[in-house]
């Protein structure tokens, strides 16, 4: 992927983020620089909806690195739902003169690039990036990622449920970030701030490695 890509892009900024590759697959875990990457949206579907605001954190399993975080609130360039204002609590007057997202393609990019990138629910941060650059450079992006929703799926919802809990009718386990982070005794945080998500993305990471992988387990174990 990473070699189609190099060969493909045209756009200069484009270039310079693939140019920077990925580790290789067997890298452990331990030796992976990560970035957890959140973003918040008027709402869930990338072809109408768009992207209001970006955090980020980089860190790797024994590190966050708080003082290297970014937060930008951009202009999705439409209306913002009632309802999305309710969940995320970014208002109109917030919005007015926000830049566009175009004006922080560059320094995003530049946080990622060479790192993999750690999410909670890839389908947002995959399709929501891909379209919104595909807009303003005429071109889309795609790149590794670790999702630790995923990886909280394949513990609490592969495989059999008992009898008993088919029975019982005992509901499946929540992997949203917030229950998530409660399973490994993580502290509370208010959800919905792009730049508290990625941060507890990253933490969330981190125990789900201490607790069901090894700091030597390959990358391309947890990637998708």
Not at 3 to 31: I, M, N, S
Not at 49 to 75: E, K, T, Y
Not at 116 to 131: C, G, N, P
Not at 165 to 179: E, G, H, T, Y
């Amino acid at each position: 992927m990473l070699d189609t890509k190099r060969e493909q892009v045209k756009h200069k900024t484009l270039q310079a983020f693939y140019q920077q590759g990925w580790v290789a697959p067997d890298t452990p875990l331990k030796d992976v620089p990560f970035v957890a990457l959140d973003f918040e949206t008027t709402g869930l579907d990338s072809e109408k909806d768009a992207i209001v605001s970006i955090g980020l954190v980089p860190f790797s399993l024994s590190r966050i690195r708080c003082q290297q975080a970014q937060h930008w609130i951009v202009n999705p360039n439409r209306p913002l739902a009632e309802s999305s204002i309710v969940i995320h609590g970014i208002t109109h007057s917030d919005i007015m003169n926000a830049p566009d997202f175009s004006h922080v393609i560059e320094p995003l990019l530049s946080a990622l690039a060479g790192a993999i990138v750690v999410v909670h629910y890839r389908r947002i941060e995959r399709e929501f990036l891909d379209r919104a650059i595909k807009q303003r450079l005429g071109e889309g992006i795609i790149f590794p990622m670790v999702d630790t929703m995923e990886l909280e799926a394949r513990k609490h919802r592969t495989g059999k449920r008992s009898l008993m809990d088919r029975i019982m009718r005992r509901p499946l386990a929540s992997i949203r970030l917030a229950d998530s982070r409660t399973r490994y005794q993580l502290p509370f945080y208010q959800s919905h701030h792009a730049l508290t998500d990625a941060i507890a993305t990253a933490e969330l990471l981190q125990a789900q490695v201490a607790h069901d992988f090894s700091p030597d387990t390959p990358i391309s174990d947890v990637w998708s």
